[in-house]
T-cell receptor, first 115, second 114 residues
Framework: DQQVKQNSPSLSVQEGRISILNCDYTNSMFDYFLWYKKYPAEGPTFLIS?????DKNEDGRFTVFLNKSAKHLSLHIVPSQPGDSAVYFC??????????????FGSGTQLTVLP | DTGVSQDPRHKITKRGQNVTFRCDPI?????LYWYRQTLGQGPEFLTYFQNEAQLEKSRLLSDRFSAERPKGSFSTLEIQRTEQGDSAMYLC????????????FGEGSRLTVL
């Protein structure tokens, strides 16, 4: 049962344009949503997060949008830079007892920013 | 630098052998996590510690897996009688957000079981 889904395995964007990465979830008990970036041979790096009580959080070039009614979140990167090329994981944390602290990850989207 | 060191970075072993991975967080963070990542998938939760207490274990953690954090600082993850399906990246993380789930991951230990 995949509770967090990233349906696009890859995305290519021209440098300077906007990158939009999408993520869907099924469990309404998630209370925090996070985005991680991963380069080859490295561990995931935390990028940005959003609480379920908000619908937008912005940090520099990165903005995360949350649509709770659609159970959908997205990460916008603008302007995109070649150094942004990496695998991006969406993750969610639940409020349900017994697993309140674990993160559930999507399968990732490979972003390639073309110069 | 995420403040989490993992050792070894890469381990190649034959099926049936035991392997142990070590995780050293930069400071004695209360919460320490182990995740596993296979090719084409996101990290999957294995277990987590609050200080030296192991508070939760995933159903992915079979009887062949054991994790410890004896003094509430470093942690070890041992896999006994390895199987080819154990081949994966094993990631350790410390929690940085007080209540937000933000984790700092180490660079991981890649296990290849032949």
């Amino acid at each position: 049962d995949q509770q967090v889904k990233q349906n696009s395995p890859s995305l290519s964007v021209q440098e300077g344009r906007i990158s939009i990465l999408n993520c869907d979830y099924t469990n309404s008990m998630f209370d925090y949503f996070l985005w991680y970036k991963k380069y080859p041979a490295e561990g995931p790096t935390f990028l940005i997060s959003i609480s379920s009580i908000k619908d937008k959080n912005e940090d520099g070039r990165f903005t995360v949008f949350l649509n709770k009614s659609a159970k959908h979140l997205s990460l916008h990167i603008v302007p995109s830079q070649p150094g942004d090329s990496a695998v991006y994981f969406c993750a969610a944390r639940g409020r349900f007892s017994g697993s309140a602290r674990q993160l559930t990850f999507g399968s990732g989207t490979q972003l390639t920013v073309l110069p | 630098d995420t403040g989490v060191s993992q050792d070894p970075r890469h381990k190649i072993t034959k099926r049936g052998q035991n392997v142990t991975f070590r995780c050293d967080p930069i400071s004695e963070h209360n919460r320490l996590y182990w995740y596993r990542q296979t090719l084409g998938q996101g990290p999957e939760f294995l277990t987590y510690f609050q200080n030296e207490a192991q508070l939760e274990k995933s159903r992915l953690l079979s009887d062949r897996f054991s994790a410890e954090r004896p003094k509430g600082s470093f942690s070890t993850l041992e896999i006994q009688r390895t199987e080819q399906g154990d081949s994966a990246m094993y990631l350790c993380a410390r929690e940085i957000g007080a209540n937000t789930g933000e984790l700092f991951f180490g660079e991981g230990s890649r296990l290849t079981v032949l």
